[in-house]
Structure formats: structure tokens, C-alpha cells
């Protein structure tokens, strides 16, 4: 006896619907579609095409066929307004634009509430930017991409819990909207509608019951993370790289708030303890203006190059717009213009990034990982991988690639009963059914130290 489970999975590059058969011990996953997710800039705002994101997860869903139900999660803190006859009003911004610049430099200090990393573009900063808009006041509701989705599929309304907590307005310690810092804020507490938790029913689909799930595409992939340790580290690579740890209580000492490492709400009370790196983005971004060589042939290249020659400070803000990210980097480490060249220092400094992320999670939290797990589009790429586990002296453990939407399935199968267990069951399942590649660190650090030092971190 099997069962089939649809994942609908939008990260900030890319979408995919992906199908689960769960049988007795075995879980075999295929994607059955998959679409760009291209932001359009339009009246000076970039927005997300979210229209076609829609339509993009209809495609998946039907090429999907019969399922138990359906999970969706994406990339978080954008969200869409709908007024009270439930029409959206405008297309959600990205958290790229430039509309919250300066904004959380004249806000308050919220860590001590929400235990979130002090990004420019958390939540509530576009909602600061939005207030007084004529469509922030025309708003009924506020909801997340997922649970804005999840409402054009199923017509019920409600915000999930881990990517509520992205937003900057959930109380770390409660689990539920803060709403002292909402109204000392001037926000509209009638935006936010109840929370719902992970594995709940959220109403149905043509018939096929649609289910919460992690709907923070990282808090998916966390629950897919095959650790068979209770301490370990991950870093989730794709568009972003989120390093750190699985804590079972937020850290919100100083020296955390000064490191700026977040505590995310996780699946089944867990935190994420960790702190966002710029990621695979710069590359992404530079593999755009080229116009889209061959990755591949790109990565091999960039593998023959010389180690550690050019580095950035990837944490740098500087890097967080898009357009002529060729020219930034080029600038930032006065680098020769050969695509090769700068995809090596992209790498490297990565994976310096990833170092220091891990080093600071670690003290901060006083946890000695024994392991790595690097889950994501990032597994696929052998140099970044290999490059981290130098930098970091730990063992990388590469895989799931499609880890996001392995977790959405795992949770949409225990609610349904076809497994059963806490987090460790369902990441033994993943140890058993998927392909997990290990790179052993060279063991050397004085390199890795001494870049560190050269980019001033
Ligand atoms: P997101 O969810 O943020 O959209 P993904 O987890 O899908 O990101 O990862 C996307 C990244 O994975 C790309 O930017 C690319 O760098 C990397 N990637 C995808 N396919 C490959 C490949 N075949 N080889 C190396 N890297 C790859
Ligand atoms: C990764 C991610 C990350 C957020 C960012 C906006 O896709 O969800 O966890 O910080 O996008």
C-alpha cells in the first residue's frame, strides 16, 4: 500500500511541485514540475509574478494526479494584502526592493521580542514602508505567499506558524503574534489573522485536503536534514545560505543579537538557530548577466582556478540589491573580469561565510556539532561543498538537493498517519531513502584563518 503526497516548493529562483510515494520504509520523490520564479520590476517597485507563480503550482498539481493532500511552502517575509471581498490588492512586493532602505536603522530594537536577525527587509519593515499607503488601508488581511496561495486553493485564511515568525511581529517566547510591539508600532492588529500549526488542515482543494505544513521553505528543510545526531549544523544553500543549529530554546543574549543570529520558529517547537548568508545569490545574479552559460562547464572552470586569490565580505549589504552584481564584485575585491575568476571568488568567500556563520553559532550556543549537513540546490555544486567543509573543518554531508520539499512531504505523511514520530523518525527516513555525498575537510585551517583576517572577520 502506498501514498502519494504533492509538495508545491517556491524558492526565491525557482518552483517545483514534487511527488512523494511513501511505501513500507521507502520514499521515492520526483519532481513533476518545475518553473522560474522571475521578479518583474514595474512602476519602480519589484514585484513577485505572483499570478504566474499560481498558475505554475496549478501545472505542477495536475501533472501531479490523485494525491492525499497538498503542503506548500516558500521563501519568507513577503506576504500580499486582500481587502474584504478577498481580492489581492497588488502584487506582492520582494523583499529586494528598495522600498525599506533605512527603515530598521529608525525602528526600535525588537530581538529581545521576536529573537529575529535584524534584516532590512523582515516583514515588519515592508509593513512600516506600506503603512498609510491607500492599499495598506484598504487591507482586510495580511498573508504570508504560502498561506495566500494556500487561500486561492482552499478559500480559508489563516498564517502559519514558521513563516509567521519570519516577520519579525511573532513573540519568540509565545508562539503568538506580539501584539504589544504591533500596536506600540502603529501597525493594524486586524491584519494578522490565527496562527496555524504545522500539520493542520487548512481546507480542501477540489476535494484533496490542502495541510500546513512548514510553510518557511527553511523550516522545511530542516526537517529534512538526515542527522542521526542531536547536534549537528546545517546550512540550507540556494538563493540564501542559512547556517546554524536546531535548538530546542532561543538564544537571545547580546552577544547573539550583536552577531545577529536569528531564533525561527521550527516544526515541532524546535528554533532555528542561525544567521542568514548572502548565498548562491551573487553567482546567480553574475550567471544572469552572462546570459546563462553552462553551470557546469562554469564550476569545472572555476575549480582550476588559483584558491583564496580574490575575496569579499559576503555579509556585506552591499551585495543584497539585484543589477550589475559583475561590477560590485569586481570592485569590492578588484577583480580581472574572466566569469571563472569571479564564480571562484564568489565560492571562496562563501565559504569563508559559512565558516564564520558556523564558528559564531557554535559559541553562541555552546553546541559542538560533529557534522555538517548541506541540503539544497547548493548539494549539487561539488566546489562549494568541498570549499565548506575546508573552511569549517567538518565533515559536509551534501544532501537532500531537494530537501525543502522533502520536509513539506514528511509533515503532510505524519499528519496523515502514513508515518509516524518526532523529527528524528522522519530524518531517518531521509537517511535511509536519499542520496547523501560526504567531503571530508583537508584539515588545514591557517589558510582559511588568514583569509578570514584579509576580509576583516
Ligand atoms: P532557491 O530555493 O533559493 O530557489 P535552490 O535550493 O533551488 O534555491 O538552489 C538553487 C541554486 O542551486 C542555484 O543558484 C545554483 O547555484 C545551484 N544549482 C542548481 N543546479 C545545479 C547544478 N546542476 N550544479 C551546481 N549547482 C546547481
Ligand atoms: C530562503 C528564505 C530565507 C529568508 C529569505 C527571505 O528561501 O526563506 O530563510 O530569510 O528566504
Known amino acids: 500500500m502506498t501514498h502519494r503526497f504533492a509538495a508545491v516548493d517556491l524558492g526565491a529562483s525557482s518552483g517545483r511541485v514534487v511527488v512523494g510515494v511513501f511505501g513500507d520504509g521507502t520514499l521515492d520523490v520526483e519532481v513533476v514540475h518545475r518553473f522560474a520564479n522571475e521578479p518583474v520590476r514595474a512602476g519602480g517597485t519589484l514585484h513577485w509574478d505572483i499570478l504566474r507563480l499560481y498558475q505554475g503550482m496549478l501545472d505542477g498539481l495536475a501533472r501531479a494526479g490523485p494525491v492525499d493532500s497538498i503542503g506548500i511552502d516558500s521563501w519568507a517575509v513577503d506576504y500580499g494584502l486582500i481587502d474584504a471581498s478577498g481580492a489581492l490588492l497588488g502584487n506582492p512586493v520582494h523583499y529586494r526592493d528598495a522600498r525599506t532602505d533605512g527603515i530598521a536603522d529608525r525602528v526600535r530594537d525588537l530581538y529581545p521580542v521576536s529573537g529575529l536577525q535584524k534584516l532590512p527587509f523582515n516583514t515588519v519593515y515592508q509593513l512600516l514602508a506600506a503603512a498609510g499607503t491607500p492599499q495598506y488601508r484598504a487591507a482586510a488581511t495580511l498573508l504570508m505567499i504560502p498561506d495566500l496561495l494556500a487561500y486561492w486553493l482552499t478559500g480559508e485564511i489563516g498564517a502559519e506558524y514558521t513563516n509567521a515568525s519570519t516577520t ?18 502603529g501597525l493594524r492588529a486586524d491584519l494578522f489573522p490565527a496562527i496555524r500549526r504545522p500539520g493542520e488542515l487548512i481546507g480542501h482543494f477540489r476535494g484533496t485536503p490542502v495541510v500546513a505544513v512548514g510553510s518557511h521553505d527553511t523550516a522545511s528543510a530542516v526537517v529534512a536534514v538526515p542527522a542521526d545526531q542531536t547536534s549537528f549544523a546545517y546550512v540550507s544553500s540556494g538563493t540564501w545560505s542559512l547556517v546554524g543549529l536546531e535548538l530546542a530554546q532561543p538564544v537571545l543574549s547580546d552577544a547573539s543579537r ?18 542568514n548568508v548572502m548565498g548562491l545569490w551573487p553567482l546567480q545574479e553574475c550567471v544572469r548577466e552572462w546570459g546563462s552559460p553552462d553551470l557546469a562547464g562554469l564550476l569545472a572552470a572555476a575549480a582550476r582556478e588559483p584558491a583564496l586569490a580574490y575575496l ?42 559559512h565558516r564564520r556563520a558556523l564558528r559564531q553559532a557554535r ?4 553546541a559542538t556539532p560533529g557534522a555538517l549537513h548541506l541540503v539544497g540546490g547548493g548539494a549539487r555544486n561539488e566546489l562549494l561543498c568541498r570549499l565548506t567543509a575546508d573552511a569549517t573543518g567538518l565533515p559536509v554531508l551534501a544532501g537532500p538537493v531537494e530537501a525543502t520539499a522533502l520536509g513539506n512531504l514528511l509533515v503532510q505523511a505524519r499528519a496523515a498517519g502514513v508515518v509516524t514520530g518526532g523529527l528524528d523518525a522522519l530524518r531517518a527516513l531521509v537517511r535511509q531513502t536519499q542520496q547523501i555525498v560526504r567531503y571530508e575537510p583537508r584539515g588545514d585551517d591557517a589558510p582559511w584563518a588568514a583569509a578570514a583576517a584579509r576580509v576583516g572577520r
Request: charged share 20%; hydrophobic share 45%.
Open 312 to 353: 569579499v565580505d559576503l555579509d556585506d549589504p552591499l551585495f543584497l540589491p539585484p543589477g550589475d552584481m559583475v561590477g560590485r564584485l569586481r570592485t569590492a575585491a578588484g577583480l580581472p573580469g574572466e566569469p571563472a575568476t569571479i564564480t571562484r571568488c564568489v565560492l571562496d568567500s562563501l565559504a569563508l561565510a
Open 258 to 275: 550583536e552577531a545577529n543570529f536569528t531564533n525561527e520558529g521550527g516544526v515541532d517547537g524546535t528554533v532555528r538557530y542561525l544567521r
Open 168 to 185: 519579525g511581529l511573532l513573540d519568540v517566547r509565545t508562539g503568538n503574534w506580539a501584539w504589544p510591539l504591533i500596536a506600540d508600532l
Open 363 to 366: 559559541e553562541l550556543a555552546g
